[in-house]
């Protein structure tokens, strides 16, 4: 699993640092969206192509397809031209780094924060609440396949969202779409009323696709990028983290409707946090975010 989490983590760095090198600024939240909704579809598709091998060849036929897949995967990598890489670039600690930007990791990183816990804890409190109600495997597996759905869905439409109306534009209604739905999830007590929930979490998670990616890509500074986008992503992970831990303490010391209370405070926080400190448009070239203060005033 540490393998695992490793290889997950710079795969996720390297693909977000090459699409900042290759693809205009005006077109990142678009392409960025389109990243990250293709691994979603892939998340989404996995289990039912696993649950095929599996039923054609046992558990280690998940194994199996899960070996197919990587190398197919490592084979398409092969062969995409690598970027040039600036020597000195590559010698920049990640500590002087995150030194240097740490202004913008404690204010923008909040944001990230927040939303990666309200991504995480989802998966954890669904299935949670769903038992708790009394539904059976197969109702929570149906629900969780049309929330599913819906957030592959909206991968290309956020992506337009992103570049026509800005970050912050859609960054907040996201966050404020997981403070609705975490904070309604107590009242449902059917399984259509969980169904409307999931939607809603849904359709939040796909409107924020994308979103972290292209705002780190946004705000790193020039000669620093690998480093900076590196420090960026480990606050949204961090949340990611934190989310369904929270969702367990809170849950064992009180009730699950108390964890869902309090993960829609958390969302609210991230909403005002992204609505304060998010850009709304890309930097000028050669711009970083701390000097940047009267040009996003200015958008």
């Known amino acids: 699993m540490l393998l695992t989490g490793a290889a997950s983590a710079l795969w996720g760095l390297a693909r977000q640092t090459y699409l900042v090198a290759v693809i205009p600024a005006g077109d990142r939240g678009r392409a960025l969206s389109m990243l990250a909704g293709s691994q979603r579809f892939g998340v989404f598709a996995g289990p039912f192509l696993g649950a095929g091998a599996t039923h054609l060849f046992g558990v280690t036929g998940a194994m199996w397809l899960q070996l197919a897949s990587m190398l197919v995967g490592g084979a398409l990598m092969m062969s995409v031209s690598d970027i040039e890489n600036d020597a000195a670039q590559a010698r920049r600690g990640l500590g002087a780094v995150v030194v240097e930007n740490r202004r913008v990791l404690g204010t923008l990183g909040l944001g990230a924060l927040a939303t990666g816990a309200a991504r995480a804890a989802r998966t954890a409190l669904l299935p949670l609440w769903a038992a708790h109600i009394g539904m059976s495997a197969p109702a929570i597996s149906l629900i969780f396949g049309i929330a599913g759905a819906v957030d592959v869905l909206m991968s290309y439409p956020s992506g337009i969202w992103l570049d026509r109306y800005g970050r912050r534009a859609t ?86 409707g108390a964890a869902g209370i309090a993960l829609g405070a958390v969302a609210t926080a991230g909403a005002a946090s992204i609505r304060r400190w998010f850009p709304t448009v890309p930097l000028p070239s050669g711009q970083s975010i701390d000097d940047a203060g009267e040009c996003r005033n200015a958008h």
């Open 171 to 256: 960054g907040t209604p996201s966050l404020l779409l997981f403070a609705v739905g975490y904070t309604a999830l107590p009242f449902a007590a059917t399984t259509f009323g969980l169904c409307v929930i999931a939607v809603i979490l849904g359709f939040a998670n796909g409107l924020s696709n994308g979103l972290i990616m292209t705002v780190g890509s946004d705000i790193a500074p020039p000669g620093a990028q690998a480093e900076f986008l590196g420090a960026w992503r480990l606050t949204h992970d961090l949340g990611m983290f934190l989310g369904p831990i929270a969702v367990g303490f809170i849950g064992a010391a009180t009730t699950l």
